[in-house]
């Protein structure tokens, strides 16, 4: 686990008194309220997905009503108590959890439907509710939500949106930026902000809740969405591509967004060490292709006509094979080919990190370059001697990712988090980023992990922009301190 050696404890926030216990205790019940007296349950909450980043808060508040939320911002804020909002804790960047004492604020138990229109496909929910939830809810209906992505049982719907994630679907449905239509946000000062519209177009001045998407949790705290959802489609297909080089993989996907078309819902790519190490992790299931390749792909069809679909990707393999692009494939028979084939590509995250840990880059890049950086880290790492078998820290550097988005996962597998390692890969890794013009972070934001690198995509005016927002929205600055902004 990662320390903080790089910040100190802001000396302007408080630390908890016994009267500010009491004052949350006067608002909310028992179970809303988790103190360091309950030590097993508050390490969850202080904890990160990858295990990497911890913090110290001795209180979880988790309430029901977005009233509550209200008093305790308003508060915090008054008292100079320090926040970080929380959703499923999935988030990869270290934003999620606290770096000091921070209070949580967890919006587990905002958990509603509000109100969902089988006309227009819009759904309006709280914000704590678990995107699969959400996802089953709207499947009764002959919906879908706009976004699907591996943390689906765990994060919220608050949370994707806080993030602004991306997932694996993007392609697709396009970027929360355009499916939002409406937000319902808490200021650090109490103030309830109600933009939970069910409007497609709205062109009344600025576009407020476009700021709040992918913020972070650093400018309020989102307690309703209103999204428009699409039509479930009732057809899906997946097959799974073995591919000789990059090359390949960017012709295919050229191929597949012209023969496909309309039907195309998923261009997913990954490597062989991807591969390698997921076979590791997952030793009792056969994976699609017993030989290795160098590169794989995993396209997902979807519409409503399946003997349509099916047709059109027979004939897009056959293309595809008979041109020299491919050199092997394999389509999902049925609902459990269909979800094992899936695995192989969503289980790789889980995978990369059953080891010890992960360094993960959450990269966009013109994507002639995007599996160059994989190629320049094992480099690097090899020449530094930090590769290979045990006493080795680093395991591999992998890569795989959204290739339709032009976004790369660069996952460095190690036996143990290190500062050894993490010296090898950064600034190296934002450097190369910067000099090919692209983003350090495409899905997963900055969080804590990459506040100090934010100027590698970022230039000097935007980012004092970024900041005078921040302190229009939150002077105090109680919100996720020691985070990106
Ligand atoms: P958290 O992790 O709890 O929080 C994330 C950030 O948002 C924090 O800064 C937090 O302070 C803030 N926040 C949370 N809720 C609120 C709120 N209601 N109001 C204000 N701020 C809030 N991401 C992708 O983009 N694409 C993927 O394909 C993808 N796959 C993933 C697969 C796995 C297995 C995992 C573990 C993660 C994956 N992610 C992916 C990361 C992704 O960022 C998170 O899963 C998700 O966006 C975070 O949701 P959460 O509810 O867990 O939020
Ligand atoms: C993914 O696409 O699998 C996620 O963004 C998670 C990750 O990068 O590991
Ligand atoms: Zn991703």
């Known amino acids: 686990t990662e320390t903080y050696p790089s910040v100190k404890r802001d000396s302007k926030f408080k630390h908890l008194s016994s009267e500010d216990i009491t004052f949350f205790q006067s ?66 960047v270290g934003g999620s959890v606290p770096v000091f004492d921070e209070v949580i604020l967890s919006l587990n138990y905002l958990n509603q439907i509000r109100d969902f229109d089988p006309v227009s496909g819009i759904l309006k929910c709280d914000a704590g509710v678990i995107l699969e939830n959400a996802d089953q809810f709207l499947a009764e209906h002959g919906y879908i939500f706009p976004l699907d992505l591996g943390a689906k049982g765990s994060c919220h719907v608050g949370g994707v949106v806080a993030t602004n994630a991306g997932g694996l679907r ?5 970027s929360l930026h355009g499916s939002v239509l409406g937000l319902e946000v808490v200021l650090p000062n109490g103030a309830i902000v109600s933009s939970m519209h069910a409007l497609r177009k709205d062109n009344t001045g600025y576009d407020l809740k476009q700021l709040f998407i992918g ?46 078309a309309e039907v195309l819902s998923a261009f997913e790519f990954m490597d062989s060490y991807s591969q390698d190490l997921t076979r590791k992790h997952l030793e009792n299931i056969n994976h699609p292709f017993e030989e290795e390749h160098p590169f794989y792909v995993l396209i997902e069809t979807s519409g409503s006509n399946k003997e349509h679909d099916d047709a059109k990707l027979e004939a897009f393999l056959e293309s595809v094979i008979e041109e020299g692009l491919v050199v092997d494939g394999v389509v999902a ?17 889980e995978s990369a990190q059953a080891n010890g840990g992960v360094y993960k880059y959450d990269i966009s890049l013109p994507l002639k370059d995007l599996y160059s950086l994989v190629e320049a880290a094992n480099q ?106």
Not at 251 to 260: C, E, P, S, T, Y
Not at 427 to 445: L, M, R
Not at 446 to 470: A, H, V
């Open 27 to 92: 608002i909310l019940s028992q179970q809303e309220l988790l103190l360091a007296s309950d030590q097993d349950n508050l390490e969850f909450y202080n904890e990160d997905w990858m295990r990497k980043y911890k913090g110290q808060s001795s209180l979880v508040l988790r309430p029901k009503t977005v009233k509550k939320v209200s008093q305790i911002l308003k508060y915090c804020n008054d008292n100079h108590i320090a926040v970080v909002p929380q959703g499923g804790n999935t988030g990869l």
């Open 170 to 174: 993007l392609l697709r449905y396009g």
């Open 215 to 260: 913020s972070e949790g650093t400018i309020g705290v989102i307690t309703g969405v209103s999204i428009l959802t699409p039509p479930r489609p009732n057809a899906f297909n997946v097959s799974f591509l073995a591919l000789e080089n990059f090359q390949a993989v960017q012709n295919v996907f050229v191929k597949a967004k012209k023969d496909l």
């Open 380 to 485: 690097r790492l090899e020449q530094l001697g930090i590769l290979g078998d045990v006493p080795k820290p680093v395991i591999r550097a992998i890569g795989y990712g959204h290739v339709g988005d032009g976004n790369l996962h660069l996952n460095v597998a190690v036996r143990e988090y290190s500062k050894q390692v993490e010296e090898a890969l950064e600034p190296f890794i934002y450097e190369f980023i910067s000099s090919k013009k692209g983003s350090i972070s495409a899905e997963h934001g900055l969080g804590f992990q990459k506040k100090n690198y934010i100027g590698f995509t970022k230039t000097e005016p935007e980012i004092r922009l970024i900041k005078d927002l921040k302190h229009h929205y939150d002077p105090n600055g109680i919100l996720n301190p020691y985070k990106y902004v």
């Open 333 to 349: 028979q049925d609902e459990t080919e269909f979800r094992n084939l899936w695995q192989w590509r969503e289980l790789i995250p």
